[in-house]
């Protein structure tokens, strides 16, 4: 039986079978969930401010969450400073400093250094994602600001900026096009293990903050921090972490989640936790950690970065400021320019934490020395760690040393829990959806062809997006004996445009077809371009959407292929048929987690897609693993030791 030449006659897409704009089906699903998330949070921030006992509950609450979702960061071990370079002005010094944040990682930093007596009260900086990193002018200008105002101030490279690059050829290089590209992938394989690329960053500033003390011109009681763009989100995750910071200014980041995320998009890979939606927090919960410590918040007008949102973020801030009494400490500093830690901004913030750290608000502002050429910054003779240290422990290596660890723990997860309690963790990891009801089911159109009936169906289960599919019924004088699910990730119409389609399976007596497209594939597939090629993602935001709200990507196919099931349950024709599943790319996985949960698959046929999660760590550099990725699962599995709890699945993977 040829369906193709029949099917593809006189049609532009014989698959198609919704008619609304349906390639942003997903993301407004997906932000329909975020908004219900936040409209909880803001439900239950409202009835916490009413009180000043119900704002500290609402902020223990916070902290707690925020602690979860954070994991447990790595242990302290020795920093083995190293000093590399100095350079001498009239009223102070800059030192290059390498320490090691972990055993043979290490980090590039510059502190400043004011003449005279100490102990000064000091400062920690955190860049945004320039890749000159502490070099960038407006950066050196403001720790030229500070120090001449008397504060010791330490400028760190983040990782994948400045002297730390992670992707790096043999001359020490940088082979991908900047840090924002490297953080996002990156966080795909940390993510898989229960890490985050902003716990990573938390745990270095942790590391920066314990060499900024530890030298004999440092106040250890007097410390701050503030940072800008990326650097604003580190300034929130830390200012929230550590209590040794007294005094914090974040610049051109605080805004409303929600907001940002609907108006612009998802950001990088180091500037969100996974599931944070789901916790309900919004970003003016991690600076509620912080109250009522001295809090400067830094914003442009003309940002972008939502102003509105940063409006919002404020407002719920100087709330629980007046409820602890604490109103002077808290101030938004707007100025009618755009992103980035300008000289009006920069001046403010010395004025901030003068006042609260000096007990004066007065501030030398001129003459600024001009900025330092990169190179005299560099801490290294050619400008990246890993040209210096040949044995650089990268971040891809300590992914890889992880994943080993958890080797044996996935192993003895397995063989001490019985399989109930495998799926039922299994099911928690991926958060798949209600299926209570069962699905309704609305059937478009009809196509009688030469040997086969095409029925186009739209199926639809509860608040999940629906399923365009097409169920094909081909005449046979021989009883129905299976049914065929097909997903394939480019979309049923890749499928029936393939001359192989249904010939190249086998023998078609007894065979029945289901095409489906599962959310964010086929007819629900985002247009190309957009999203940023930067992240290496053809559905990243709604990946990144998904991962916020607690569903990551591939859970949420599992629902819909449960749903294709349940759709099957219920139809007298197929009911009681054995289930086969040919899936590719990221729907493959989603199969098989699905055949784990479901005993009506008998078998799978996979294809253009991976065998084990380790591949996502292994080759970081690919593209579109945020579809993949599924946070913490290889604490407890990986795709071999699901195929192997049901022994009679037929799993067969086929050449890419």
Same mark, same amino acid.
């Given at each position: 039986?040829?369906?193709?030449?029949?099917?593809?006659?006189?049609?532009?897409?014989?698959?198609?079978?919704?008619?609304?704009?349906?390639?942003?089906? !997903?993301?407004?699903? !997906?932000?329909?969930?975020?908004?219900?998330?936040?409209?909880?949070?803001?439900?239950?921030?409202?009835?916490?401010?009413?009180?000043?006992?119900?704002?500290?509950?609402?902020?223990?609450?916070?902290?707690?969450?925020?602690?979860?979702?954070?994991?447990?960061?790595?242990?302290?071990?020795?920093?083995?400073?190293?000093?590399?370079?100095?350079?001498?002005?009239?009223?102070?010094?800059?030192?290059?400093?390498?320490?090691?944040?972990?055993?043979?990682?290490?980090?590039?930093?510059?502190?400043?250094?004011?003449?005279?007596?100490?102990?000064?009260?000091?400062? #920690? %900086?955190?860049?945004?994602?320039?890749?000159?990193?502490?070099?960038?002018?407006?950066?050196?200008?403001?720790?030229?600001?500070?120090?001449?105002?008397?504060?010791?101030?330490?400028?760190?490279?983040?990782?994948?900026?400045?002297?730390?690059?992670?992707?790096?050829?043999?001359?020490?290089?940088?082979?991908?096009?900047?840090?924002?590209?490297?953080?996002?992938?990156?966080?795909?394989?940390? #993510?898989?293990? /229960?890490?985050?690329?902003?716990? $990573?960053?938390?745990?270095?500033?942790? *590391?920066?903050?314990?060499?900024?003390?530890?030298?004999? =011109?440092?106040?250890?009681? *007097?410390?701050?921090?503030? /940072?800008?763009?990326?650097?604003?989100?580190?300034?929130?995750?830390?200012?929230?972490?550590?209590?040794?910071?007294?005094?914090?200014?974040?610049?051109?980041?605080?805004?409303?989640?929600?907001? =940002?995320?609907?108006?612009?998009?998802?950001?990088?890979?180091?500037?969100?936790?996974?599931?944070?939606?789901?916790?309900?927090?919004?970003?003016?919960?991690?600076?509620?950690? %912080?109250?009522?410590?001295?809090?400067?918040?830094?914003?442009?007008?003309?940002?972008?970065?939502?102003?509105?949102?940063?409006?919002?973020?404020?407002?719920?801030?100087?709330?629980?400021?007046?409820?602890?009494?604490? =109103?002077?400490?808290?101030?938004?500093?707007?100025?009618?320019?755009?992103?980035?830690?300008?000289?009006?901004?920069?001046?403010?913030?010395?004025? $901030?934490?003068?006042?609260?750290?000096?007990?004066?608000?007065?501030?030398?502002?001129?003459?600024?020395?001009?900025?330092?050429?990169?190179?005299?910054?560099?801490?290294?003779?050619?400008?990246?760690?890993?040209?210096?240290?040949?044995?650089?422990?990268?971040?891809?290596?300590?992914?890889?040393?992880?994943?080993?660890? @958890?080797?044996?723990?996935?192993?003895? %997860?397995?063989?001490?829990?019985?399989? =109930?309690?495998?799926?039922?963790?299994?099911?928690?990891?991926?958060?798949?959806?209600?299926?209570?009801?069962?699905?309704?089911?609305?059937?478009? +159109?009809?196509?009688?062809?030469? /040997?086969?009936?095409?029925?186009?169906?739209?199926?639809?289960?509860?608040?999940?997006?629906?399923?365009?599919? #097409?169920?094909?019924?081909?005449?046979?004088?021989?009883?129905?004996?299976?049914?065929?699910?097909?997903?394939?990730?480019?979309?049923?119409?890749?499928?029936?445009?393939?001359?192989?389609?249904?010939?190249?399976?086998?023998?078609?007596?007894?065979?029945?077809?289901?095409?489906?497209?599962?959310?964010?594939?086929?007819?629900?597939?985002?247009?190309?371009?957009?999203?940023?090629?930067?992240?290496?993602?053809?559905?990243?935001?709604?990946?990144?959407?998904?991962?916020?709200?607690?569903?990551?990507?591939?859970?949420?196919?599992?629902?819909?292929?449960?749903?294709? @099931?349940?759709?099957?349950?219920?139809?007298?024709?197929?009911?009681?048929?054995?289930?086969?599943?040919?899936?590719?790319?990221?729907?493959?996985?989603?199969?098989?987690?699905?055949?784990?949960?479901?005993?009506?698959?008998?078998?799978?046929?996979?294809?253009?897609?991976?065998?084990? %999660? +380790?591949?996502?760590?292994?080759?970081?550099?690919?593209?579109? $693993?945020?579809?993949?990725?599924?946070?913490?699962?290889?604490?407890?599995?990986?795709?071999?030791? @699901?195929?192997?709890? *049901?022994?009679?699945?037929?799993?067969?993977?086929?050449?890419?």
């Amino acid at each position: 039986m040829a369906l193709t030449g029949t099917l593809m006659a006189g049609a532009q897409d014989p698959a198609g079978v919704l008619n609304w704009k349906s390639e942003t089906s !997903l993301r407004t699903y !997906l932000l329909q969930k975020m908004h219900q998330q936040y409209d909880t949070r803001r439900a239950l921030f409202e009835r916490a401010a009413l009180t000043t006992d119900g704002i500290g509950d609402y902020i223990r609450s916070c902290r707690e969450k925020y602690l979860g979702l954070l994991g447990t960061l790595p242990g302290k071990t020795p920093l083995n400073p190293v000093v590399t370079g100095k350079m001498e002005y009239d009223d102070y010094s800059i030192e290059n400093i390498i320490f090691e944040s972990r055993p043979g990682h290490h980090v590039t930093s510059n502190i400043y250094i004011p003449s005279g007596e100490g102990p000064f009260p000091a400062v #920690l %900086f955190f860049c945004g994602h320039e890749m000159t990193s502490k070099a960038t002018a407006s950066y050196q200008q403001t720790a030229i600001l500070f120090v001449r105002n008397g504060f010791v101030v330490l400028v760190v490279d983040p990782v994948s900026q400045g002297e730390r690059v992670q992707f790096t050829d043999t001359c020490g290089n940088r082979i991908l096009r900047g840090s924002t590209t490297e953080h996002t992938l990156l966080n795909a394989g940390a #993510l898989l293990t /229960g890490g985050s690329v902003a716990a $990573w960053e938390l745990h270095d500033n942790v *590391r920066s903050l314990d060499y900024l003390v530890s030298r004999q =011109e440092v106040d250890s009681s *007097r410390t701050g921090c503030l /940072g800008n763009s990326g650097g604003g989100a580190q300034t929130l995750y830390f200012a929230a972490f550590d209590d040794r910071v007294k005094v914090a200014a974040p610049c051109s980041f605080i805004t409303s989640r929600e907001r =940002e995320y609907e108006m612009n998009g998802t950001g990088d890979g180091c500037q969100q936790l996974p599931s944070e939606g789901k916790a309900q927090l919004e970003i003016a919960d991690y600076l509620m950690l %912080f109250a009522p410590k001295p809090l400067l918040v830094l914003a442009g007008r003309y940002d972008f970065v939502d102003y509105q949102g940063t409006l919002d973020a404020s407002a719920e801030l100087e709330k629980v400021y007046e409820s602890m009494g604490e =109103e002077d400490k808290f101030r938004l500093f707007s100025f009618d320019d755009g992103h980035g830690i300008s000289e009006p901004k920069r001046v403010e913030a010395v004025r $901030w934490f003068k006042k609260w750290l000096g007990n004066d608000a007065r501030v030398i502002t001129a003459p600024v020395n001009e900025p330092s050429a990169p190179e005299q910054l560099w801490c290294t003779p050619a400008g990246q760690v890993t040209s210096l240290y040949k044995d650089e422990v990268t971040f891809q290596a300590v992914n890889a040393g992880i994943l080993n660890y @958890l080797g044996e723990s996935r192993h003895e %997860f397995i063989s001490r829990n019985d399989p =109930e309690a495998v799926r039922s963790k299994l099911n928690t990891l991926l958060a798949t959806g209600d299926r209570s009801h069962d699905p309704e089911v609305e059937e478009v +159109a009809t196509v009688q062809g030469p /040997g086969y009936v095409m029925n186009k169906l739209i199926i639809r289960n509860g608040e999940q997006p629906p399923l365009p599919c #097409l169920m094909v019924t081909p005449d046979s004088k021989y009883p129905a004996d299976t049914l065929v699910i097909v997903l394939d990730h480019r979309g049923k119409s890749s499928v029936l445009a393939d001359p192989k389609f249904i010939r190249g399976t086998g023998d078609d007596a007894g065979k029945i077809y289901l095409l489906a497209d599962l959310r964010g594939m086929g007819e629900t597939a985002e247009k190309p371009g957009v999203n940023d090629p930067k992240y290496y993602n053809s559905e990243y935001h709604n990946a990144v959407l998904s991962l916020h709200s607690g569903q990551p990507l591939p859970g949420q196919r599992v629902t819909d292929i449960l749903t294709l @099931l349940d759709f099957a349950g219920t139809q007298h024709t197929i009911s009681k048929l054995p289930v086969k599943i040919i899936a590719s790319g990221p729907a493959a996985p989603a199969a098989l987690m699905a055949a784990v949960c479901d005993s009506r698959i008998t078998s799978l046929k996979l294809s253009a897609t991976i065998r084990s %999660f +380790a591949e996502i760590t292994g080759r970081p550099m690919e593209k579109d $693993w945020y579809s993949y990725v599924v946070p913490g699962i290889m604490k407890y599995f990986d795709l071999p030791d @699901l195929a192997s709890m *049901r022994p009679g699945l037929k799993v067969e993977y086929v050449s890419n």
